[in-house]
T-cell receptor, first 113, second 111 residues
């Protein structure tokens, strides 16, 4: 069966520090991968999605970047965090072909102080 | 850009009541999904809809994919306290599989 792992679960970082959140998927190959941000417990904003290794689509201009160094690994990064980067970050995967359902990780609560 | 309009934003109901929420869009979607999110957790998939007009049930939950492919609804029958949470609709459009979410419906159930 497929599983998705996202870590860390919580993170407190100072303004200006770098960020790296990692997401890995097991039990499937060539998935679509997604990073979402959720502010104040409502509304999932799509940040990045990827249909393959090295293929990243950015949905909104922001202080973040994403990379997909391996088929089932998706990384969310920032060189210098802003206070406004605080939020709940969610990684998700779906089947790579066609329009199939997506499954989420447990999320990372990021607080920038 | 693509948007899903979900309503209502919140609902306060008595245990045992039925609940209905819906999503609409100006764009056609190929797949509609309904999720539930508990506080501090990732959303969990409840129902997936793949064909226009499709009506699918999952226990006390029923969802339908609108004929026009621009809307979907979710019904919860005989609500119980554990139904509390935020419900999201989501749509997939195009072969790339980009998943777009509605704004969520926060459900509160009074015992």
């Amino acid at each position: 069966s497929q599983t998705i792992h996202q870590w860390p679960a919580t993170l407190v970082q100072p303004v200006g520090s770098p960020l790296s959140l990692e997401c890995t998927v097991e039990g499937t190959s060539n998935p679509n991968l997604y990073w979402y941000r959720q502010a104040a417990g409502r509304g999932l904003q799509l940040l990045f999605y990827s249909v393959g290794i090295g293929q990243i689509s950015s949905e909104v201009p922001q202080n973040l970047s994403a990379s997909r160094p391996q088929d089932r690994q998706f990384i969310l990064s920032s060189k210098k965090l802003l206070l406004s980067d605080s939020g709940f970050y969610l990684c998700a995967w779906s089947g790579g072909k066609g329009n199939t359902e997506a499954f989420f990780g447990q999320g990372t609560r990021l607080t920038v102080v | 850009g693509q948007q899903l309009n979900q309503s209502p934003q919140s609902m306060f109901i008595q245990e045992g009541e039925d609940v209905s929420m819906n999503c609409t869009s100006s764009s056609i979607f190929n797949t509609w999904l309904w999720y539930k999110q508990d506080p501090g957790e990732g959303p969990v998939l409840l129902i997936a809809l793949y064909k226009a007009g499709e009506l699918t049930s999952n226990g006390r939950l029923t969802a339908q994919f609108g004929i026009t492919r621009k809307d979907s609804f979710l019904n919860i029958s005989a609500s119980i306290p554990s139904d509390v949470g935020i419900y999201f609709c989501a749509g997939i459009r195009g072969q790339g599989g980009k998943l777009i979410f509605g704004q969520g419906t926060e459900l509160s159930v009074k015992p």
